[in-house]
């Protein structure tokens, strides 16, 4: 097992959508994937499509008398399997979270005794900035991956990114890498600035394929659907696809 989070400073970033799309492409790659939604948001599921959503039950549902992933775990039509963050409201929530911050390794515990197979990768989407899911999923995981966009206001939060997988990565006891995705790329002179800033900043720390702007990432949404399956010659997916190599290889690298 392999666990990738994905995280970012700020919300609209694209995260969810990439996470999805990371999950699709490793599945399509014949490894087994798992995407876990620990976002209260529960978005997730709309970029997966396939489930009943009259009958949500995610990780937020999970207690003393529910304590296997596998009974709120769900199979896509797109071969990677997801938890979705669940329905419950509120109380629920507050319950959940309260969860959490009593026991930092509460979820690195419910994916050691979830018996996935060994060669599985997991991708946790968190919400933005810090939070009590953040603090869980980097307790969890073996790598960070950040998306940023490629504009100013994403460079300007690049601080408080680094600050905090400092303090939460030094909390887990483990060693943990990270990189950044600079998501929705564009030919304008001030995104191409800032592109070059983020290289000079992070180095070999930035993944070296960017994701394009394209109305047809949003138009797969709409169709539930990865773009990786939606509209698979899109630049968007093409470099998603290498994006999805360039961790394969780090990660055969890892192990």
Known sequence: MYVIAVVSAKGGVGKTTISANLGAGIAQRGRPALIIDLDPQNA?????????????????????SRTRLAGVTHTSPYGVSFTPYGNGGESRRLRFEAQLENQDDWLLKKLQSANLHP?????????????????????????????MLADAASYSTLPEMEELIATYGGHSGARIGS??????????QLAQDVL?????????????FVIPESAEVEEALAFERPI????????????????????????????
């Open 196 to 208: 070059a800033l983020f290289a000079e900043r992070l180095g070999n720390r930035m993944v070296p």
């Open 228 to 255: 990786l399956e939606y509209k698979p010659t899109n630049a968007a997916a093409e470099n998603l696809q290498a994006i999805i190599d360039w961790l394969l290889a780090g990660i055969a690298q890892r192990s």
């Open 119 to 147: 060669d599985t990768i997991v991708l946790l989407d968190t919400p933005p900035g810090p939070s009590v899911y953040l603090k869980q999923a980097v307790h969890a995981a073996d790598f960070l991956l950040v998306v």
């Open 179 to 188: 990189a950044y995705i600079i998501n929705q790329g564009a030919k304008r």
């Open 44 to 64: 997730m599921q709309w970029h997966l499509g396939g489930l009943d959503q009259n009958d949500c039950k995610g990780i937020s549902a999970l207690n003393a």
